[in-house]
């Protein structure tokens, strides 16, 4: 019986053959439930479970169940002092908060494998890029890729395997209203299936916290960034730049690039209107000769045949209002030019005392790694850095890979280096982290031409799913065998260029290479018209992810799961047969590209609508929600987006941000920032049929108006409130 204050109680309940003891721990209407005979625990809500007991143990320490004694309990805590068959000791402390319970396990001997394990569930999501490697979703003929991760199972959980870069554990499951994160950046154990849910960590340290989260999404998102942030890994406030069109000379130029291709590619997409506001010199900069100066750690050096002047260079792209960004890993080759100081100072991950010589997909020469959890050695690295920085480079695409097999490595081992930078003011593109947001763009792995189109999709939703919702897609074509495209376009080539622009569009960060002017006409408008679009609605997109920032919840990417978890429909979509790759931007963008392997053939696609009222950007039709449309025409020329929920968005028209209401609105009140002010923006809308008369007021006074498209559209002001009238 739940109590109005929080209740624990111990209670002898009699079973068929034994006497055992339940400890039960009851806090603001959630209830944690232990059998100290096994172990097997779970929680309930008021009457109803949310994770049942696995059938055969909870907690294993050694591969052996624990069994424990209550010793200490609070309003919201109980503490617990256990020990398997075999004599290997720990202790539980349970503590509860609105909608959190943390599980700390205190480890007598660390070292040991540990695990918690319930009952299972599904659907599930999250798992970042573990969501898209796994051999589980190999078959014949190719790879099958969904972003229900129900089935997975990994007792070596950790970055680097496969394409595994940015990482985290935290698993959702919105049906059931729960999710589950162990925290801990070594080797982890995550299973998770419809028959049961295991989370653990190879090697124990001393402690280790398991949290479990409860409630709606917003709930469980809001605690996710809590503990992330407590735990010591930060989440921060991405910059507006970052969100803009970017440049990438990989894409562009592959390895051939100097001062010429560069600027002259460059300069020719802001002729040609694309409305650039970053760029990536990641590959080529450095001297030709030795190889041992090649990647992204010969700090301050540039070949000087390919690059004679290269801060005149950086400065021609910076008066264009650009940021000028390197590649940048945490590789020093051996016997490359800062290895020697690395070495003798004590900078570098060892291995019995000596600095550890690495041998990974990239680079190919043997190099040490950075250890970045050193402050001295934090110190000289950014001392490097510097260097370039002294150039003007005012950015970073973080580029560490292929360093699968060593599982010394951390899944954080670039987080400090990516912090220091960020705190500098500097834009980064993050590749590698751990549960971190410390970079202003989350890059999925290599996205190219000639790859399964399946996985592009799935990586950037996983993302959203896992707390990483500022997803950059890859360059638009990505490269063809990393080399830029042969001159010979073929329609395959040409159908890819156009369906991939169109859902890049989509992504809080968009990226241009293989230039448009070698297409026909007909491809490079398409490319031109979703980079302008992307540019269009970037404040709406900025806007969103300062919400994202201040409470977790994934504003900028939200998977229809995330956003409507009691719709059956929106669940089993996401994937390479139905590929129902749909998601919201705030709550009135609904994003449908139509995209996935079947780019060269697909012309329809079946989108389900959620449930509200929903128009199509560019014809103004409007639909119901909670429907289907079968088959629905998406021509490569067409903005696939829906406009819904509020009806209201920030949109950049002509060079003015101006707030667009659409005649779906229903009657609620917005919330908006502009992209240089964190002062809210209030807009009181009533439900709107029509915007042949609405009328706007602020203060009391009327606000000039007009129609853009569908919408009617105004220019605000940061901190201000506007009321509409009208609109029946």
Request: proline share 5%; aromatic share 12%; net charge neutral.
């Amino acid at each position: 019986m739940q109590r109005l204050a929080s209740l624990l109680c111990v209670s002898a309940i009699a079973c068929a053959s034994c006497l055992y003891a339940e400890t039960r721990l009851q806090h603001q209407g959630l209830t944690f439930h232990l059998d100290e005979s096994s172990g097997r625990y779970g929680f309930a809500a008021g009457a109803g479970d949310i994770v049942l007991p696995d059938s055969s143990a909870g907690v294993l320490l050694g591969g052996e169940p624990v069994r424990f004694k209550r010793v200490n309990a609070t309003s919201s805590t109980v503490s617990l002092e256990g020990g398997t068959p075999s004599g290997k000791h720990m202790s539980l402390k349970v503590t509860f908060s609105a909608h959190c319970a943390d599980l700390e396990a205190s480890v007598a001997e660390p070292g040991a494998e540990l695990r918690f394990q319930t009952s299972g569930a599904s659907p599930a999501y999250g798992l970042a890029d573990h969501a898209v490697y796994r051999a589980k979703y190999e078959k014949a003929g190719g790879q099958w890729f969904t972003t229900d991760v129900t089935g997975f199972s990994d007792d070596a959980f950790l970055s680097g395997q496969g394409i595994s870069r940015l990482v985290s554990n935290f698993v959702i499951y919105p049906k059931q209203q729960f999710a589950e994160l162990l925290i801990d950046p070594t080797t982890k154990i995550v299973h998770t299936s419809a028959q049961q849910i295991v989370q653990g960590v190879k090697r124990a340290p001393a402690k280790v916290h398991l949290y479990y989260f409860f409630g709606d999404p917003h709930a469980i998102y809001a605690e996710y960034l809590r503990v992330r942030r407590a735990a010591g890994y930060k989440v921060e406030m991405p910059k507006y730049q970052a969100f803009g069109v970017g440049w990438e000379a990989f894409g562009a130029l592959g390895w051939e690039t100097n001062t010429n291709t560069v600027r002259d590619s460059v300069d020719r997409y802001l002729k040609d209107g694309y409305p650039l506001t970053w760029m990536v010199i990641g590959s080529g900069f450095w001297p030709a000769e030795p190889d041992t100066m090649h990647e992204t750690t010969s700090f301050g050096y540039w070949d000087k045949t390919k690059y004679p002047d290269p801060k005149a260079l950086i400065q021609h792209f910076r008066d264009e209002g650009l940021a000028v960004m390197l590649g940048l890993r945490i590789t020093f080759i051996v016997g490359g030019p800062y290895s020697d100081e690395g070495v003798k100072h004590g900078y570098f991950l060892t291995e019995n005392g000596q600095a550890k010589v690495y041998k990974g997909g990239w680079p190919k020469l043997p190099y040490y790694l950075l250890d970045a959890h050193n402050p001295a050695a934090l110190d000289w690295y950014m001392g490097l850095v510097k260097k370039w920085q002294d150039y003007g480079i005012n950015g970073w695409k973080e580029d560490f890979y292929g360093y699968g097999g060593y599982e010394d490595l951390r899944d954080d081992k670039v987080d400090p280096t990516n912090g220091r930078l960020f705190a500098q003011k500097q834009l980064i593109i993050e590749r590698n982290g751990y549960l971190s947001s410390n970079g202003d763009l989350h890059r999925i792995n290599d996205f190219n031409y000639n790859q399964q189109q399946d996985r592009g999709p799935v990586n950037a939703l996983a993302f959203a799913y896992s707390g990483f919702p500022y997803v950059y897609p890859d360059i638009v074509g990505g490269t063809f065998g990393e080399n830029h495209f042969s001159t010979n376009r073929t329609p395959k080539m040409e159908a890819y260029m156009m369906r991939n622009a169109r859902w890049a569009s989509l992504h809080a960060s968009m990226g241009m290479g293989e230039p448009p002017w070698s297409f026909r006409k007909e491809v490079s408008d398409v490319m031109l018209a979703s980079a302008q679009f992307h540019a269009r609605i970037v404040p709406y997109l900025y806007s969103n992810a300062r919400k994202a920032n201040a409470d977790g919840y994934p504003w900028t990417m939200t998977p229809l799961p995330i956003a409507f978890p009691s719709d059956a429909n929106v669940h089993g979509r996401e994937n390479s047969t139905t590929r129902g790759y749909e998601w919201l931007i705030g709550d009135a963008m609904l994003a449908a590209p139509l995209y996935g392997d079947d780019y060269l053939s697909a012309t329809t696609r079946d989108i389900y609508l959620p449930e509200g009222r929903w128009m199509d950007y560019d014809t103004g039709k409007i639909y119901e929600g909670k429907q289907t449309l079968k088959d629905f025409e998406m021509p490569a020329k067409k903005t696939p987006v829906f406009i819904g929920g509020s009806g209201v968005t920030l949109e950049k028209i002509n060079g003015e941000t101006r707030i667009c209401v659409y005649p779906i609105a229903k009657a609620s009140t917005v919330q908006l920032t502009l992209p240089e002010s964190e002062q809210v923006i209030a807009v009181k809308v009533p439900a709107i049929r029509s915007i042949a008369t609405v009328k706007v007021t602020s203060s009391g006074a009327a606000v000039a108006t007009r129609t853009d498209g569908h919408a009617i559209t105004f220019v605000p002001r940061a901190g201000a409130s506007y009321v509409l009238t009208g609109g029946e």
